[in-house]
């Protein structure tokens, strides 16, 4: 539909336009342009260049001029939009009803506004809302005729949309029947989204990422493009829900009356529920005051991460039908809804450089440098890229315009970059051919992504070794974060992990901002460290393969750390999750005179290097040989509470649901795992109660 140089320009036009603070008349043309290409790339082919915040930017801007400039609206502006192209793929079908988008508010004051509007609308004082998620996905429309699901439709252009019944059926959480007739009801309209649990979409990615496929950026593009597969053998795999939120049509049988289940939005959305429809019912909240509103949409916001699945707002709606319909809709939007968005995950940005950082096993990572945006509330400058392959697979270029994504918790990455937007004068990302410290060739094994440095005693490997051992996970000395360790061994006060345990604090003393306190807080915490579990030990001494669980296996199966020096690595294989890549691993690590030379140094100092279990040979605690796995929140105690208490009691915690699973303990919210672990017969589901029961058992 448009070329490569028209892409570039419109993407052009926009990033200037969004630069603007205030827009003028001979603006109009050009966003109009503009915002048709933005709804090109993400209704028709998923793949947005805009952001949503940048979009509705350009959309508002549009709206207000025309309002000014009401000669200057044409038939076919977005504003006044009925009508664009659609995928050939699947045939066309008309809504019932529009299907409207909703009004987008961004802070407090725009929901007062949107209230204040509401009340001039009705004539009332006081109105109910109902508020509920805002799902991330793709909408679609289901129609049920006499019960039966007749038929299922993208939400298209928001009048026609494509006919995807095939697919639909494909979503396990759609009912192919539903009791509808029991109220009267002949014909229904029922409109939701299409959506990936995180978890799901997660495994999704990492099939992708092992069969050599590009990962999807995120889960709304997986859920939509999986709507529009022309299988839906493959859509059955790719395990979509679909939650439903809204009735825009229903035809009653002769003579009868409107059912009361469905005179506000509460009870209609709970009639759904009743009829075997995935809904929101039990996220939402009704309020009379706007401030419980605005109260809650924070408060929703700070725990959208633990949600199983991905919100990017809250939909605010009149609880009222009557008065719904009293109040109407405007071409695009209706006046009773409204949707408060979450701060932004994503941001387009420039990629300035990329710097190669040497990490504690001397793989050397390309971290992208790129123009400092804000994400979700935060500055991001720099993005990780992992290795060579993702550069090449993304096709990043220094100069690029990036599409940057930071998800939760989940570090910033580059979903893509948008060669639409080149210029020319990008430059390709050259990987350097010797470490970026010590100068040592890089080596890249046969089967690995990463290159390496194998000088043992490179200085950034070293800090990094370093500053791992003394991390809040390993043996977590406070106050050993990577610039003080850096600092020290810069100046030959510590250069290696048992230097850690003979520093000369007079040195240190000397050292410009040490004071008396500070060092007796590091005195104190070296000292502290002494005395933790072997586990942390072995995961602080930084064995390739080996992260927090694997390392509580090892300090399992031995009762001092230098029973390791005599194992044969057949004696590893037996272990659980021990597979012939960490056993090598582990044996070669001990194997290695320098290793052993530093336990040594260790043992020597006074560190604990005693199993725990050392004393008490078939040591079996309540839940020992059992396997525990959380998933959702839990309402009494954090989840690592809950697992310290499993390991206490001589359970193991699992990493996902299989049939070595014993327990799954399951809170609000929980997600695919609740799924499977039903479908396991022997594993116990438990509810956080029945844990804590178990527990004092
Ligand atoms: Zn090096």
């Known amino acids: 539909m448009y070329s490569e140089a028209q892409e570039k320009g419109l993407y052009a036009d926009g990033i200037q336009l969004l630069q603007k603070s205030h827009f003028e008349i001979e603006d109009i043309q050009l966003l109009k342009e503009v915002i048709n290409f933005a709804d090109y790339r993400y209704y028709i082919l998923s793949n947005s260049v805009f952001t949503d915040v940048e979009y509705d930017t350009l959309f508002k801007a549009l709206q207000k001029l025309e309002e000014h400039y009401p000669n200057y609206v044409t038939a076919d502006s977005p504003t006044q939009r009925v009508a664009q192209g659609i995928s050939e793929k699947f045939q066309t079908v008309k809504h019932l009803v529009p299907m409207l988008s909703l009004d987008n508010t961004y802070n407090a004051d725009d929901l007062k506004d949107w209230d204040r509007r509401c009340k001039e609308l009705s004539g009332l004082d006081e109105i109910e809302y109902c508020i509920e998620p805002k799902y991330d996905g793709a909408s679609i429309s289901l129609i049920y005729d006499h019960n039966q699901l007749q038929r299922g439709a993208t939400r298209g252009d928001g009048i026609m949309g494509e006919e995807i019944?095939?697919?639909?059926?494909?979503?396990?959480?759609?009912?192919?029947?539903?009791?509808?007739?029991?109220?009267?009801?002949?014909?229904?309209?029922?409109?939701?989204?299409?959506?990936?649990?995180?978890?799901?979409?997660?495994?999704?990615?990492?099939?992708?990422?092992?069969?050599?496929?590009?990962?999807?950026?995120?889960?709304?593009?997986?859920?939509?493009?999986?709507?529009?597969?022309?299988?839906?053998?493959?859509?059955?795999?790719?395990?979509?829900?679909?939650?439903?939120?809204?009735?825009?049509?229903?035809?009653?049988?002769?003579?009868?009356?409107?059912?009361?289940?469905?005179?506000t939005h509460y009870d209609t959305i709970l009639l759904l529920h009743q009829n075997g429809f995935l809904t929101p019912i039990n996220e939402m909240k009704k309020f009379r005051h706007i401030d419980e509103v605005i109260q809650f949409c924070h408060d929703f916001e700070a725990r959208r991460d633990h949600l199983p699945y991905e919100v990017d707002g809250l939909v605010i709606k009149v609880n009222a039908i009557a008065l719904q319909e009293k109040m109407g809709m405007t071409s695009h939007h209706p006046r009773w809804a409204v949707a408060f968005k979450f701060k932004a995950r994503q941001a387009t940005s420039q990629l300035l450089r990329v710097e190669f950082q040497v990490g504690r096993t001397g793989s050397v990572t390309p971290v992208a440098k790129i123009n400092p945006v804000a994400i979700g509330g935060v500055m991001v400058s720099s993005v990780s890229l992992f290795n060579e392959d993702v550069v090449r697979e993304k096709d990043l270029h220094i100069g690029d315009i990036v599409l940057v994504e930071r998800a939760g918790d989940v570090i910033p990455y580059i979903v893509k970059a948008l060669p639409e937007m080149r210029t020319g004068s990008e430059s390709p990302i050259v990987f350097p051919t010797h470490c970026p410290d010590c100068g040592e060739l890089l080596e890249k094994p046969e089967d690995e992504a990463v290159w390496r440095c194998i000088n043992i005693s490179c200085p950034s490997q070293v800090v990094e070794r370093l500053t791992h051992f003394c991390s809040k996970d390993a043996m977590d000395i406070r106050g050993m974060g990577i610039s003080n360790v850096k600092k020290f061994y810069d100046l030959g006060i510590v250069k290696d992990i048992p230097g850690l345990y003979r520093i000369d604090w007079n040195r240190v003393g000397a050292l410009e901002g040490f004071g008396d306190k500070s060092i007796n807080n590091l005195q104190q915490a070296i000292e502290a460290s002494k005395a933790q579990p072997l586990h942390r030990l072995i995961f602080g001494l930084g064995i390739r393969q080996v992260g927090e669980t694997m390392a509580k296996t090892l300090a399992q199966a031995v009762s001092e750390i230098s029973d390791f020096y005599s194992w044969p690595l057949e004696n590893y294989l037996p272990l659980d999750d021990v597979g012939p890549k960490v056993a090598a691993s582990v044996?070669?690590?001990?194997?290695?005179?320098?290793?052993?030379?530093?336990?040594?140094?260790?043992?020597?100092?006074?560190?604990?290097?005693?199993?725990?279990?050392?004393?008490?040979?078939?040591?079996?605690?309540?839940?020992?040989?059992?396997?525990?796995?959380?998933?959702?929140?839990?309402?009494?105690?954090?989840?690592?509470?809950?697992?310290?208490?499993?390991?206490?009691?001589?359970?193991?915690?699992?990493?996902?649901?299989?049939?070595?699973?014993?327990?799954?303990?399951?809170?609000?919210?929980?997600?695919?795992?609740?799924?499977?672990?039903?479908?396991?017969?022997?594993?116990?589901?438990?509810?956080?109660?029945?844990?804590?029961?178990?527990?004092?058992?």
């Open 587 to 697: 044996f070669d690590f001990f194997a290695l005179v320098e290793n052993r030379t530093i336990i040594q140094s260790l043992i020597e100092a006074g560190l604990n290097t005693k199993s725990q279990k050392q004393g008490s040979e078939g040591f079996s605690g309540t839940f020992s040989g059992k396997t525990f796995l959380f998933t959702g929140t839990l309402s009494q105690l954090k989840r690592s509470e809950a697992e310290a208490i499993v390991e206490k009691l001589g359970g193991k915690i699992a990493t996902s649901v299989s049939s070595k699973l014993n327990y799954l303990i399951v809170g609000t919210d929980a997600g695919s795992k609740l799924e499977k672990a039903k479908k396991l017969t022997t594993i116990s589901i438990l509810s956080e109660e029945q844990f804590l029961t178990l527990v004092n058992q």
């Open 165 to 263: 019944t095939p697919n639909i059926k494909q979503i396990r959480s759609i009912p192919l029947r539903a009791n509808f007739s029991e109220i009267n009801i002949e014909q229904i309209e029922i409109r939701g989204e299409a959506i990936i649990h995180k978890d799901v979409f997660e495994q999704f990615n990492s099939q992708r990422i092992s069969e050599g496929l590009q990962p999807l950026a995120n889960p709304r593009n997986a859920a939509s493009g999986t709507l529009r597969m022309l299988d839906s053998n493959e859509v059955s795999k790719r395990r979509l829900s679909a939650v439903l939120y809204h009735v825009s049509y229903y035809a009653l049988k002769m003579g009868k009356d409107l059912p009361e289940s469905l005179q």
